[in-house]
């Protein structure tokens, strides 16, 4: 009877020396792809021009990535990277010598800050309002939160922590030899849930959404797995042993807050 998983899958779809590609890369990249290829449906149906998919394409890719690593860096290594800010930046690390690294450190909190203000900029500046792009942006990000935790789970990372359930996970490249909660997999397979209920509301109600719904329902329902998720999840640094809430779940307070708000607003602008 199955009452574990061995986890010991290789991090990298291929190695060359100290070059390799890692699947959390690789789904990573495929996230912006697969958000293009939805989001050109999207504006085709609505007869929005594929031209400014293009331009929001750009503004979403730098403001995901800079948040993300710039999140992860100073949400929970404030002291490390700012006494280290070429490896904030760069994928590459200088200690005991040059490596290269890949951006291993990305926080979800920091991607939604930097995405946020990104299409902020992108919506004065081509004159679309704030609430439909966001809307329209949340149907990829949702499936692109899949993706990224099951990169997660590729890299062995981010896991929880001991269970004797049936399908907890040993992984074994980190030298655990307990089984613990597969975290990434909870959160994952969440965020594909989210991704199929975002995208039914849209293709049932179409543009006559109120602008707002879909944001609400996505901060609310992402946010709100991630606070849960937590409390099964281990510690990602240090001084998150002695917080009563670790530092996903304060930093997704205030967004679940937002989306709740937003869900109550839209609602009431119908009667």
Same mark, same amino acid.
């Given at each position: 009877?199955?009452?574990?998983?061995?986890? $010991?899958?290789?991090?990298? @779809?291929?190695? !060359?020396? $100290?070059?390799?590609?890692?699947?959390?890369?690789?789904?990573?990249?495929?996230?912006?792809?697969?958000?293009?290829?939805?989001?050109?449906?999207?504006?085709?149906?609505?007869?929005?021009? !594929?031209?400014?998919? $293009?331009?929001?394409?750009?503004?979403? @890719?730098?403001?995901?990535?800079?948040?993300?690593?710039?999140?992860?860096?100073?949400? =929970?290594?404030?002291?490390? =990277?700012?006494?280290?800010?070429?490896?904030?930046?760069?994928?590459?690390?200088?200690?005991?010598?040059?490596?290269?690294?890949?951006?291993?450190?990305?926080?979800?909190?920091?991607?939604?800050?930097?995405?946020? @203000?990104?299409?902020?900029?992108?919506?004065?500046?081509?004159?679309?309002?704030?609430?439909?792009?966001? $809307? *329209? /942006?949340?149907?990829? /990000?949702?499936?692109?939160?899949?993706?990224? *935790?099951?990169?997660?789970?590729?890299?062995?990372?981010?896991?929880?922590?001991?269970?004797?359930?049936?399908?907890?996970?040993?992984?074994?490249?980190?030298?655990? %030899?307990?089984?613990?909660?597969? %975290?990434?997999?909870?959160?994952?397979?969440?965020?594909?849930? !989210?991704?199929?209920?975002?995208?039914?509301?849209?293709?049932?109600?179409?543009?006559?959404? %109120?602008?707002?719904?879909?944001?609400? !329902?996505?901060?609310?329902?992402?946010?709100?797995? *991630?606070?849960?998720?937590?409390?099964?999840?281990?510690?990602? /640094?240090?001084f998150e042993n002695t917080m009563l809430l670790n530092m996903g779940q304060i930093l997704s307070i205030p967004v679940i807050i937002a989306g709740i708000i937003l869900i109550f607003?839209?609602?009431?602008?119908?009667?």
């Amino acid at each position: 009877m199955l009452n574990k998983i061995i986890w $010991d899958v290789s991090p990298f @779809l291929f190695k !060359i020396g $100290d070059f390799g590609i890692r699947w959390y890369s690789l789904l990573f990249g495929l996230s912006f792809v697969l958000g293009y290829l939805i989001l050109k449906k999207v504006f085709e149906r609505e007869g929005v021009a !594929i031209e400014l998919l $293009d331009k929001l394409s750009v503004y979403m @890719l730098v403001g995901t990535v800079a948040g993300a690593r710039l999140g992860h860096c100073l949400f =929970y290594e404030p002291a490390y =990277y700012l006494s280290h800010p070429l490896e904030m930046l760069l994928p590459v690390s200088f200690q005991g010598g040059f490596h290269f690294t890949g951006y291993q450190g990305l926080a979800s909190h920091g991607a939604a800050i930097g995405n946020t @203000l990104a299409i902020y900029l992108f919506s004065r500046k081509y004159q679309k309002p704030f609430l439909w792009t966001m $809307d *329209r /942006v949340v149907l990829v /990000v949702a499936l692109a939160a899949f993706l990224i *935790r099951t990169g997660n789970l590729m890299n062995s990372e981010i896991y929880g922590i001991r269970t004797s359930l049936p399908w907890g996970f040993v992984y074994t490249r980190n030298h655990e %030899t307990f089984a613990k909660h597969p %975290t990434q997999l909870y959160e994952g397979l969440s965020y594909l849930i !989210i991704f199929f209920v975002l995208i039914y509301i849209y293709l049932k109600k179409g543009s006559s959404i %109120t602008n707002g719904l879909l944001l609400g !329902i996505f901060l609310t329902g992402i946010f709100g797995v *991630r606070f849960l998720v937590e409390f099964v999840k281990e510690p990602q /640094v240090d001084f998150e042993n002695t917080m009563l809430l670790n530092m996903g779940q304060i930093l997704s307070i205030p967004v679940i807050i937002a989306g709740i708000i937003l869900i109550f607003y839209t609602r009431k602008s119908k009667l």
